[in-house]
T-cell receptor
């Protein structure tokens, strides 16, 4: 059963704590992405990775960190430096193709209080 | 900076009619325009992609047009069904691993 998995679906944390969101894919895609979605706004790119052991900042990288040690995995850490971390987080991947259509996971809803 | 505009108001239509959603953009020259469907609480699902040199693309009941002069794409769902109710997102890219730029989406509600 191929696809992208994200866990957990819902996550609750206290302010000041770091939290790591999981993203795994078995589609053999080279590129992976992390987005944040807030109500009434488009998806905003946090980080992306085109190849193992390499990643680039997106538009809103401050307060977040990532790693890409394996092709299948691209975890996102939301640090205490992120001022407004409560949001819906989406992971995506795309094949090594010009078209760059993306395949999304089911998302993780993070609530920080 | 680049901007994508989709109608923020929900589109309500009757079952069987054609739904037409609009995506306008400024300050950008995309090579590709994509449409995604998103259901509440779930990740977007890729539907269609159209290239800058294509005027129209069809897939089953879906049709996308792309006018680079008007900087606009129209997304049509013919013979709409209540199951088509969702939010539809448009996204632009210059291709390769250049990032996708997403609009905020338009919610479609198809009533029986």
């Amino acid at each position: 059963d191929g696809g992208i998995t994200q866990s957990p679906k819902y996550l609750f944390r206290k302010e000041g704590q770091n939290v790591t969101l999981s993203c795994e894919q078995n589609l053999n895609h080279d590129a992976m992405y992390w987005y944040r979605q807030d109500p009434g706004q488009g998806l905003r790119l946090i980080y992306y990775s085109q190849i193992v052991n390499d990643f680039q900042k997106g538009d809103i990288a401050e307060g977040y960190s990532v790693s890409r040690e394996k092709k299948e995995s691209f975890p996102l850490t939301v640090t205490s430096a992120q001022k407004n971390p409560t949001a819906f987080y989406l992971c995506a991947s795309s094949p090594q193709r010009e078209r760059n259509e993306q395949y999304f996971g089911p998302g993780t809803r993070l609530t920080v209080t | 900076s680049q901007k994508i505009e989709q109608n923020s108001e929900a589109l309500n239509i009757q079952e069987g009619k054609t739904a037409t959603l609009t995506c306008n953009y400024t300050n950008y020259s995309p090579a590709y325009l994509q449409w995604y469907r998103q259901d509440p609480g779930r990740g977007p699902v890729f539907l269609l992609l159209i290239r800058e040199n294509e005027k129209e693309k069809r897939k089953e009941r879906l049709k996308v047009t792309f006018d680079t002069t008007l900087k606009q794409s129209l997304f049509h769902i013919t013979a709409s069904q209540p199951a088509d109710s969702a939010t539809y997102l448009c996204a632009l890219s210059r291709g390769g691993y250049n990032k996708l730029i997403f609009g905020a989406g338009t919610r479609l509600a198809v009533h029986p």
